[in-house]
Each structure stands twice: as structure tokens, then as C-alpha cells.
């Protein structure tokens, strides 16, 4: 067995030997100031040298987020932050303190992993969710405007056949025009619901979350109806939320649409989606449950993976629930939970109020 000694003299020369080894950055912090950084640390922020920040304070390049954020992995807590750059760049990374002695002096090491590459990612699959959902969405459009379109064409050819009678009867046109500007606002309705979710923007505001599942229910609404799918919405009072309003809607049509299919493909007799709601002093929840017969317990645990499942690759990209947990626990301050019922199972949707 070799055993490594560091001579007391050149002790920072050694611990570079040792830091630099590491992939992800690391500082040496003592009394809140920078006393040694590794090579990663100083390439990340676009340094030269390590010299450029050793003796600077470390919140001059470690900036916390205005609410304080963690990553669980590996049973470990990672807090996340951005690093800001040579050039006031922000990047997002997470970081990791430990308390050393060295010498009878206190340091704290910091190990700092830049997150840039896992953002882009994650971002790309919400779009790729988005355009999922987006596909879904054209349908119901196309659907929901089917039949006031179809009634309006009835009444212009009711109209074309009394204009060619020469019947002009003065109030039956009036009804008849009353009658279409009905259909129109239906189907404009329709447009507003829609055109919030097609926005990317991903600004908050403040909404009572009853009202956003009731906007949820409202766009996949034709879809249930279609296939004899009961809904009961619980009738509950809460607190004004300021969240996500499209990320949150896709999170809550994503459930009911896996409900639907669970529903549909197992032949459900009197098939039903029931909702409800119950709220404390940190956090809101709803409790999305059906009556599908439940999740195989073998793969329960497996179903917030990406890309894993339990439809065929042509029906299922498996990142819908994947995504759906990523938004809550980012944009919600949330979770996910499922489990089953005896009848079914039950998505219980976390969402936090001090976000």
C-alpha cells in the first residue's frame, strides 16, 4: 500500500493535485473568502488563472436564487445556485458544502457542478411534452367547433332557401343571425381557452387552482364525453395560488388524458374520473382519481421515469408523467404521488404556496 505525504511546506501545492482531479469545480472557502479554487471552478467562470479569484469573497461569483432551492440525489442534498462569470454571465449549478479542518484552520469546501448542458436538456423535452399535448389539443379544437360550424352552415342554407322563396320575413332573419352570432362566440371561446396553452410564456399568475382545473377539464371535455367518461369536480373554496398557468394545465391534462386511456383501453363499465382538493398552511393538492383498475405494482415506481411506458411506442412517449413531475417539483415547488386505490389510483399533485 503507498501512502501520500504532504510536506507542511508546499500544503496548496499538493491539495491543487487533488482538486484538479476532480470534474466538477471546487473551492476552498475560509471566513467567507475564496483561499484556493481548481481548475474546472476557474475554466467554468472563464478565469485565466485561479489567482483572479483566490482572496475574493466567495458571494461574488455563488449567487443564490431569490428562493432557496434543493436537488435530492443519491441521498444527498444538493442546493441550487448560479455561478456568475468573468463576463456577468449567470449559470445555473448546484453545490455542495462540507465543513474540513486543516492545520487547526476552518475551511469549507465547496463542489459546484454547472447544470447549463441539464437545463438545455430539460428544456427540450418540455417542448417536445408541449408539442405532444399541442397535437392533442388541435384535435379538441377541431372537435369542439365541429358542431356549431355545422349548425351555422344549416342556418345559411335555411337563409339562402327563404331569400330564394323571396319569404322575407324580418324577425325569422334576425333570430337566425342571433342564432349564428351564438355559434361564433362559442367557437371564439373556444380560441381563448386554447390560446393561452399554445403561448410559451411562462410567466406566473394568480389563480384559484379550482378555476385552472376547471379550464383543464374544459379542453378535453369532448374527449371524455366521447367515450361515456364521468367527471365529478369537488365544489371547494381555496386560496389564491400565483403559478404557472400553462405549465400547470399541462400537468393536470396529462393525468386525466392517462386516466381516460387507462379507462377506455380496459373497458371500464361506468368509467369516472373524480377530483378533489385539500389545502394546509405550506401547500395546496389535488387528487386526481379513476377507477381504471390501478397501476401494475411491479411498475408503479417506474412510471415518473423518462421514456418508460405502459403504452405501445406509437400511442406513448413516455415522458408525459416524467415532465410532469419535473414541472412541479421546478415550477410548483411541489411533487408528484401515485398510488393505487380499490378501485383504481389516485395522482395526488403538490403544490407549493410560498412560490
Partial sequence: MVIMKIQKSNFFDDIDIILDSTIEGVLLLEDGFISNV???????????????LIGNLATGCLIPPTNEKYIEYNNNTFQEIYLLTKDAKKIPAILKIKDILVRGRAFKMVSVLDLSDLK???????????????????????????????????????????????????????????????????????????????????????????????????????????????????????????????????????????????????????????????????????????????????IISQIFEPYFSTKGTLEGTGLGLYMSKMIIQRYCGGDILVNNTQEGCCFKIIISKSL
Avoid at 481548481?38 to 483572479?52: A, D, E, P
Avoid at 377530483?275 to 405550506?282: F, G, Q
Fill in 38 to 52: 481548481n481548475k474546472s471552478f476557474v475554466h467554468t467562470l472563464g478565469y485565466k488563472t485561479k489567482q483572479s
Fill in 120 to 298: 438545455k436538456n430539460e428544456s427540450l423535452l418540455l417542448r417536445q411534452s408541449r408539442h405532444a399535448a399541442m397535437g392533442e389539443m388541435i384535435h379538441m379544437i377541431s372537435h369542439q367547433w365541429r358542431q356549431p360550424l355545422t349548425a351555422i352552415s344549416a342556418i345559411i342554407l335555411n337563409l339562402k332557401m327563404k331569400i330564394s322563396m323571396k319569404k322575407f320575413d324580418i324577425n325569422f332573419f334576425e333570430s337566425k343571425i342571433n342564432e349564428v352570432n351564438d355559434y361564433l362566440q362559442v367557437t371564439s371561446r373556444t380560441v381563448d381557452v386554447f390560446k393561452n396553452f399554445f403561448n410559451s410564456d411562462q410567466s406566473k399568475r394568480f389563480f384559484y387552482l379550482e378555476e385552472l382545473v376547471q379550464l383543464s377539464v374544459s379542453m378535453i371535455q369532448v374527449s371524455l364525453e366521447d367515450n361515456n367518461i364521468e367527471i365529478n369536480i369537488e365544489n371547494k373554496k381555496l386560496q389564491k395560488l400565483y403559478v404557472h398557468e400553462n405549465e400547470l394545465i399541462q400537468v393536470i391534462m396529462n393525468i386525466i388524458n392517462n386516466a381516460r386511456d387507462a379507462l377506455v383501453e380496459r373497458k371500464v363499465k361506468n368509467p369516472r374520473i373524480n377530483i378533489s382538493y385539500d389545502e394546509n398552511e405550506l401547500e395546496q393538492i389535488i387528487f386526481i382519481e379513476d377507477n381504471a383498475h390501478g397501476i401494475e405494482e411491479n
